[in-house]
């Protein structure tokens, strides 16, 4: 999958299940991330199409809700491609994910400001200022390499909307497109994971 950066990600807010659409630089849809609604194990689809006739790859959790879950990333024909990781305890504050490939740490999302997050949270709770909120507060999450580099290859950052939730996904540095495809994939859940902590 060769993807032109930056996405633009639109989460439905009136939907029973979670979904999201990709949009490319073009305005092109790209991907249609569909979590299945009621389950007590996280599953989630990606679909090539809005029709969610053309699956291509699948998010599934290894355990039922738990903070230090892992999430098993594998393309249409089940080969596995990575491993998403909630960094349990130190996920609490400041999200903060690995994603594995071939058991070995090749990327870490992190947080850059919990206290965004916390205060868009509350804000939304609020009648009418909850609306203001999604202009005011734009949590961002950053992808680097899990050596311990710093700089980051992707940027996630919350965009002002007011009927969906939107996030623009930046491209900082250059990741070869199947390195690119995981890490996308990874955002896209941890975005699932982080919307519903608040």
């Known amino acids: 999958m ?3 950066f930056p996405l633009d990600l639109r989460f439905k807010t009136l939907a029973v299940a979670p979904q999201i659409s990709v949009f490319d ?3 092109q849809l790209q991907l249609y991330v569909r979590q299945q609604a009621f389950k007590l194990k996280e599953s989630v689809t990606v679909f090539q199409d809005a029709a969610q006739t053309r699956p291509l790859y699948r998010i599934t959790a290894d355990r039922v809700i738990d903070i230090s879950a892992n999430y098993r990333i594998d393309d249409a024909g089940g080969t596995s491609l990575g ?3 909630r960094l349990g305890m130190r996920s609490l504050w400041r999200a903060h994910y690995e994603v594995l490939r071939g058991g070995v740490p090749f ?3 992190r947080e850059e400001n919990p206290w965004v997050k916390v205060f868009d949270g509350l804000l939304g709770e609020i009648p009418i200022v909850g609306l203001l909120s999604g202009y005011l507060l734009h949590p961002v999450y950053r992808v680097a390499h899990a050596t311990g580099a ?3 290859v ?3 950052v919350k965009q002002p909307a007011f009927w969906e939730g939107r996030y623009a996904l930046e491209q900082v540095a250059a990741l070869p497109p199947p390195d690119q495809t995981l890490a996308v994939l990874a955002v896209l859940m941890m975005l699932l994971l982080e ?3 608040g």
Request: hydrophobic residues 50%; aromatic residues 0%; charged residues 30%.
């Open 2 to 4: 060769s993807l032109t």
């Open 25 to 27: 630089a073009a305005g």
């Open 83 to 85: 491993v998403l990781r």
């Open 107 to 109: 990327l870490a999302i």
């Open 150 to 152: 710093e700089a980051p």
């Open 154 to 156: 992707l940027r996630a």
């Open 195 to 197: 919307r519903r902590r």
